[in-house]
């Protein structure tokens, strides 16, 4: 393959071809797309095993994807998606291949990385957690006064929560009812003390998981676990309430944690990629090995599907460059999340930071600064509870906002009526943004109104629609949709990386803050430190020292 060696797709005729047809077609209401057209809906769906992606309520033609699928040609995605199933070092500005897909992979996979194929370790790993996890789940596990575990603690950050968080939520009906799985990320002490509200020590488990197990707010939030637990204990029961996860084995040994209670993992799997791995550890203790085993087969069936569905019937692909579209093309900012499935609620945070960690960049793979609009605002709200929050803005403010909507089309908790109308409003949500309501609509309905009383009511109730949707509708939240969706989405980042010429897996921008913090906290304690920084950052320092002891 030959590819420059900076950015330069956005000079190509593609690209203007691209930015021609936007302005040729952004007047074009989606209301009349549906009514030229009876075979929108089958021309513009896609559907995997349980999966359907109704994504013909967006501004696009026929002809729209046939450009975006030219700028994928242009951007060599077929290259980059083969790049990375070979385990080469894509990952550029660390030296580091990108292999999350080899962590769903099963025997007989022919993973590499370096010419090593790396199936047997990731095997091994994944065949010790089963191993500890039915340990635990059976009560053979013991705490250090002879009695199982009752509740599991996950103390991590980022990529070693998040994921992990949202599985257990969404998963939750196949969770073991015995163990209470809780999460503690946040440096605020309060996190910690009130997961431990109401917890034994001897009936507890803590997982230390961090990638680099440098993480400061994790290894405090570890210290104060260990802490607690030996108020409570003799040191030798840190070998029975603490594991830890990690692609670092000393550091986790200079921690206090025996490295046999140590699951690894590898420095070619990003943090924010990192469910799969030994990271899912409090994943697979909830729902069990062999659950966790369907939540893998979920992602590799959307693995399978993106390296080998042509482009048009791809669905990571199509997701992927609908956003480029939006965000490139017509300069939309932000990209909004809703899921409608209580379990689902911590999927715009973790989507957040897959999204937002991995393509929120201006600088190119090259070291070039990019001039044109990279990743998007990712945001968004379980529904119905967004519908009573933002949705205004979507139906009548004045930005383009592009939406997913996520709805199982079975619930595990149908109760009496619930689900229909929990489905019926995310449809409503996807018609109502999409048509929007006309003159003539809202005149029927304020029929009898005239004068100042019309003139002032009519444009306030006109809805402008021609709002972007995707609906992805999963036949029910089991742990393979699961794995499905967010391996699709991890697909759907790795292309638009690849369209905007971003590496997506490094993360330079965290690390500023971080050392400027390491920095300031010493100056907090020590009142007569001397303070070199801006005059806001100086006075709130000094605030601090002021307000602390009062
Ligand atoms: O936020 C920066 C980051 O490095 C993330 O990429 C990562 O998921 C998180 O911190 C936690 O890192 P670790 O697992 O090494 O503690």
């Given at each position: 393959?030959?590819?420059?060696?900076?950015?330069?797709?956005?000079?190509?005729?593609?690209?203007?071809?691209?930015?021609?047809?936007?302005?040729?077609?952004?007047?074009?209401?989606?209301?009349?797309?549906?009514?030229?057209?009876?075979?929108?809906?089958?021309?513009?769906?896609?559907?995997?095993?349980?999966?359907?992606?109704?994504?013909?309520?967006?501004?696009?033609?026929?002809?729209?994807?046939?450009?975006?699928?030219?700028?994928?040609?242009?951007?060599?995605?077929?290259?980059?998606?083969?790049?990375?199933?070979?385990?080469?070092?894509?990952?550029?500005?660390?030296?580091?291949?990108?292999?999350?897909?080899?962590?769903?992979?099963?025997?007989?996979?022919?993973?590499?990385?370096?010419?090593?194929?790396?199936?047997?370790?990731?095997?091994?790993?994944?065949?010790?957690?089963?191993?500890?996890?039915?340990?635990?789940?059976?009560?053979?596990?013991?705490?250090?006064?002879?009695?199982?575990?009752?509740?599991?603690?996950?103390?991590?950050?980022?990529?070693?929560?998040?994921?992990?968080?949202?599985?257990?939520?969404?998963?939750?009906?196949?969770?073991?009812?015995?163990?209470?799985?809780?999460?503690?990320?946040?440096?605020?002490?309060?996190?910690?003390?009130?997961?431990?509200?109401?917890?034994?020590?001897?009936?507890?488990?803590?997982?230390?998981?961090?990638?680099?197990?440098?993480?400061?707010?994790?290894?405090?939030?570890?210290?104060?676990?260990?802490?607690?637990?030996?108020?409570?204990?003799?040191?030798?029961?840190?070998?029975?309430?603490?594991?830890?996860?990690?692609?670092?084995?000393?550091?986790?040994?200079?921690?206090?944690?025996?490295?046999?209670?140590?699951?690894?993992?590898?420095?070619?799997?990003?943090?924010?990629?990192?469910?799969?791995?030994?990271?899912?550890?409090?994943?697979?203790?909830?729902?069990?090995?062999?659950?966790?085993?369907?939540?893998?087969?979920?992602?590799?069936?959307?693995?399978?599907?993106?390296?080998?569905?042509?482009?048009?019937?791809?669905?990571?692909?199509?997701?992927?460059?609908?956003?480029?579209?939006?965000?490139?093309?017509?300069?939309?900012?932000?990209?909004a999340i809703m899921p409608y499935d209580q379990g689902l609620a911590r999927l715009p945070a973790y989507l957040q930071q897959l999204d937002m960690e991995s393509n929120g960049k201006r600088v190119g793979r090259y070291?070039?600064?990019?001039?044109?609009?990279?990743?998007?605002?990712?945001?968004?709200?379980?529904?119905?509870?967004?519908?009573?929050?933002?949705?205004?803005?979507?139906?009548?403010?004045?930005?383009?906002?592009?939406?997913?909507?996520?709805?199982?089309?079975?619930?595990?908790?149908?109760?009496?009526?619930?689900?229909?109308?929990?489905?019926?409003?995310?449809?409503?949500?996807?018609?109502?943004?999409?048509?929007?309501?006309?003159?003539?609509?809202?005149?029927?309905?304020?029929?009898?109104?005239?004068?100042?009383?019309?003139?002032?009511?009519?444009?306030?109730?006109?809805?402008?629609?021609?709002?972007?949707?995707?609906?992805?509708?999963?036949?029910?939240?089991?742990?393979?949709?699961?794995?499905?969706?967010?391996?699709?989405?991890?697909?759907?980042?790795?292309?638009?990386?690849?369209?905007?010429?971003i590496n997506s897996f490094d993360q330079w921008g965290v690390e500023y803050g971080k050392q400027l913090a390491r920095q300031i906290q010493p100056e907090l304690a020590d009142a007569s430190a001397a303070l070199a920084h801006d005059a806001s950052t100086n006075a709130l320092i000094a605030h601090y020292r002021a307000r602390k002891a009062q």
């Amino acid at each position: 393959m030959t590819q420059p060696r900076h950015y330069d797709l956005n000079h190509t005729s593609i690209w203007a071809k691209l930015h021609q047809h936007q302005r040729a077609t952004r007047h074009m209401h989606m209301r009349e797309l549906f009514a030229a057209d009876p075979q929108r809906f089958q021309r513009f769906s896609l559907s995997l095993g349980p999966l359907l992606m109704d994504y013909s309520k967006h501004r696009i033609t026929e002809r729209t994807l046939e450009l975006l699928f030219e700028l994928a040609d242009a951007a060599h995605l077929k290259d980059w998606r083969q790049r990375m199933r070979a385990g080469e070092a894509i990952n550029v500005s660390e030296k580091r291949a990108v292999l999350h897909m080899a962590l769903r992979g099963q025997a007989g996979d022919d993973f590499q990385v370096d010419g090593q194929p790396v199936m047997a370790q990731v095997l091994a790993v994944r065949a010790r957690m089963a191993a500890f996890a039915e340990q635990v789940r059976s009560g053979a596990w013991l705490g250090f006064d002879g009695r199982p575990i009752r509740a599991v603690v996950n103390l991590g950050i980022g990529g070693s929560d998040l994921g992990p968080l949202l599985a257990c939520r969404a998963l939750r009906p196949y969770a073991a009812a015995q163990l209470d799985m809780r999460f503690v990320a946040n440096l605020d002490g309060q996190h910690l003390a009130q997961a431990l509200e109401g917890l034994e020590p001897a009936t507890t488990l803590f997982i230390v998981a961090s990638k680099s197990f440098t993480t400061p707010e994790t290894l405090m939030n570890a210290e104060a676990a260990r802490a607690w637990l030996l108020a409570a204990a003799p040191a030798e029961a840190v070998a029975r309430h603490f594991v830890a996860i990690s692609s670092q084995t000393e550091r986790v040994r200079a921690f206090g944690i025996d490295p046999a209670n140590m699951f690894e993992f590898w420095d070619w799997v990003g943090g924010r990629y990192s469910v799969w791995s030994a990271i899912g550890l409090s994943v697979m203790l909830s729902i069990g090995p062999a659950a966790f085993e369907d939540f893998l087969a979920g992602a590799r069936r959307m693995d399978a599907h993106f390296l080998e569905a042509p482009f048009a019937q791809n669905i990571p692909v199509i997701l992927a460059l609908l956003g480029v579209w939006y965000n490139t093309f017509y300069r939309a900012h932000t990209h909004a999340i809703m899921p409608y499935d209580q379990g689902l609620a911590r999927l715009p945070a973790y989507l957040q930071q897959l999204d937002m960690e991995s393509n929120g960049k201006r600088v190119g793979r090259y070291g070039e600064t990019l001039d044109f609009d990279t990743g998007p605002v990712i945001w968004g709200e379980v529904g119905v509870n967004s519908q009573h929050a933002f949705f205004q803005l979507l139906h009548q403010g004045t930005r383009l906002v592009p939406c997913d909507f996520i709805v199982p089309m079975r619930s595990h908790y149908p109760l009496d009526r619930h689900h229909e109308a929990l489905v019926a409003n995310c449809f409503a949500q996807t018609e109502a943004l999409m048509r929007g309501k006309t003159e003539a609509e809202v005149l029927g309905e304020l029929a009898g109104l005239d004068g100042d009383t019309l003139d002032m009511l009519l444009p306030q109730k006109l809805f402008p629609g021609n709002q972007p949707s995707t609906t992805l509708a999963l036949d029910a939240i089991t742990p393979h949709t699961l794995g499905m969706l967010l391996a699709m989405y991890e697909h759907k980042v790795f292309v638009q990386g690849v369209i905007w010429g971003i590496n997506s897996f490094d993360q330079w921008g965290v690390e500023y803050g971080k050392q400027l913090a390491r920095q300031i906290q010493p100056e907090l304690a020590d009142a007569s430190a001397a303070l070199a920084h801006d005059a806001s950052t100086n006075a709130l320092i000094a605030h601090y020292r002021a307000r602390k002891a009062q």
